[in-house]
């Protein structure tokens, strides 16, 4: 996988959002991230650097697809918390700072129980 197919990875899979959305904050219009996620234009050191710093990504995710896609520290977690913590009760920010503490595969298990649960509740 390509680095611009790993940016379509954390703009849309994961955050979900637009290209503008995902550009804007780091100086891109919606144009050029649309060739670099298709693979045309290359990202440059400084765009990667941004890209991480905003988005909290793991740089060597990003540049080589090894490692975790997201740093996380208890900095990291502080700032969430800064962000969007008033938004959220005692129990709603000990689930985020678990999930942000998991690795992948229990992501993927806690993510299945989730649309189970979810699948679950259609039901009744």
């Known amino acids: 996988m390509n680095i611009g197919k790993r940016v379509l990875i954390i703009r849309k899979d994961t955050l979900n959002i637009s290209q503008e959305q995902f550009g804007k ?6 144009s050029a991230v649309s060739k670099i996620e298709k693979g045309i234009h290359g990202l440059p050191d400084s765009n990667i650097i941004s890209i991480c710093r905003e988005y909290n ?3 060597e995710w990003l540049r080589n697809g090894t490692g975790e896609m997201f740093k996380v520290d208890q900095y990291n977690i502080d700032f969430l918390f800064g962000k969007y913590g008033a938004n959220l009760n005692v129990s709603q920010k000990i689930l985020l700072a678990m999930i942000l503490r998991m690795d992948e595969p229990l992501k993927k298990a806690a993510d299945e129980f989730i649309k189970e649960l979810c699948e679950l509740r259609d039901q009744f």
């Open 25 to 30: 904050p780091i100086g891109l219009s919606k």
């Open 57 to 59: 990504v793991n740089e």
